[in-house]
């Protein structure tokens, strides 16, 4: 349960301001989200993480040298808009193009895309990478529908420092595609969930059961078994996981992350048991990770996620970075780069969007969207 708020129905812009005004120095905010404090050369693809709230450090807390360039934020679980994606792309464009990286999920998926194509239609570069890792979301015949959920941090770590080395857009999009190939994660909940201001959590998991397959907002999972002792969970993990590896040994790189209310203490035993069951299976294992990277609110839980690695990969997940939830090795800090203009957070960037008369039409679409949430509030039970 959340505890601390003033009004629940703006704890994610509240928090997100916080955020800001700890981390003035590394990011700064824009309509729709945050970007760079200083975005580095010209030229540079610029690789924006987009998401819903409630996931902390994805997507806002991984903005800065060696990972993204820029941060779009929705609401709690609730994509962002298209508006907020093409804002925060214009306010991070260094004439590089820019990629949009995201999971897998109808809405992003949608507002994205809207927000790609009003960007290409003004003679911006703008792509997409969709991140689809999660084995149990859908078959591996159709991976295509599958949810991104933990190997998000692994695309989007791969991706960003691809961007770094000053390649082309067409190379960076290559680099994030195939890692989001290569990466393979599969979730487990012991508890559920609760939105800000509610009492009582979005779904439950039955005393003493795991549910296997949970997504990241409480989709239902694939199925529910009795609570099991670390090492019998360490092998559940690893074995489904392996079952769809691309490549039969090698060296992977590896994410054990909490789901927001697992302790660290808890995440290290699995790590102990995790780790000799890849190394039995013949993998090198690579600057793993463990803690909370993706998480969801207050959920018990967890996530492991793997992705194979080979010699384009490989430096890609060793690179530096720095951000205000991650940082990596050491990085040279970023000088001219400097923004050519600041950017108010309640201001808007770029030209005004749409004819008068699309604009008037946009207010009554927004009056009327306004009576609807007021409705739904009152229903809200």
């Not at 708020?5 to 989200?33: M, Y």
């Not at 890792?133 to 991706?159: M, N, Q, T, Y």
């Not at 003493?208 to 019998?232: Q, R």
């Not at 949430?373 to 229903?379: E, F, L």
Request: hydrophobic share 45%; charged share 20%.
């Amino acid at each position: 349960m959340t505890h601390i708020f003033n009004d629940p129905e703006s704890f994610d812009e509240d928090s997100l301001n916080g955020f800001c005004k700890i981390h003035a120095g590394l990011v700064r905010p824009v309509v729709g989200g945050v970007v760079r404090r200083n975005l580095g050369a010209k030229g540079k693809v610029a690789v924006l993480y987009g998401g819903g709230s409630g996931h902390y450090p994805i997507f806002y807390g991984l903005v800065g040298p060696g990972m993204a360039d820029g941060a779009v934020v929705g609401n709690i679980f609730t994509s962002p808009s298209a508006h907020y994606g093409y804002s925060v792309a214009r306010a991070a464009h260094r004439g590089g193009g820019v990629i949009f990286a995201y999971g897998n999920y109808a809405g992003d998926v949608m507002n994205f895309r809207l927000a790609t194509e009003q960007l290409r239609a003004e003679g911006i570069d703008a792509r997409q990478v969709i991140i689809t890792d999660d084995v149990l979301s859908a078959g591996a015949d159709e991976i295509g529908k599958r949810r991104g959920i933990a190997g998000d941090f692994v695309v989007f770590k791969i991706l960003s420092a691809a961007a770094e080395t000053g390649a082309d857009i067409d190379e960076v999009e290559r680099l994030g595609k195939l890692a989001n190939d290569r990466t393979r994660s599969i979730g487990v909940a012991f508890s559920g969930c609760t939105m800000p201001g509610a009492d009582h959590p979005l779904f439950s998991v039955a005393p003493g059961t795991i549910a296997v397959g949970l997504g990241l907002h409480g989709e239902p999972g694939l199925e529910s078994v009795p609570m099991e002792p670390a090492g019998a969970l360490a092998k559940r993990l690893v074995t489904r996981l392996l079952e769809e590896a691309p490549v039969a040994s090698g060296k992977v790189g590896a994410v054990l992350n909490g789901l927001g209310a697992t302790k660290y203490e808890e995440l290290f035993v699995l790590w102990n048991d995790v780790q000799p069951l890849l190394e039995d299976a013949g993998y090198e294992i690579v600057d793993p990770e463990v803690g909370e990277l993706a998480t969801s609110l207050d959920m018990a839980g967890l996530s492991l996620t793997l992705v194979w690695l080979d010699d384009e990969l490989e430096p890609l997940w060793r690179a530096p970075a720095y951000s205000a939830a991650f940082r990596k090795g050491a990085v040279i800090a970023e000088t001219g780069g400097a923004l050519e203009e600041e950017q108010d957070a309640a201001g808007e960037t770029g030209p005004a969007l749409g004819t008068p008369e699309s604009q008037r039409a946009a207010q009554a679409a927004a009056a009327g969207i306004s009576r609807a949430m007021g409705a739904i509030r009152v229903a809200e039970d």
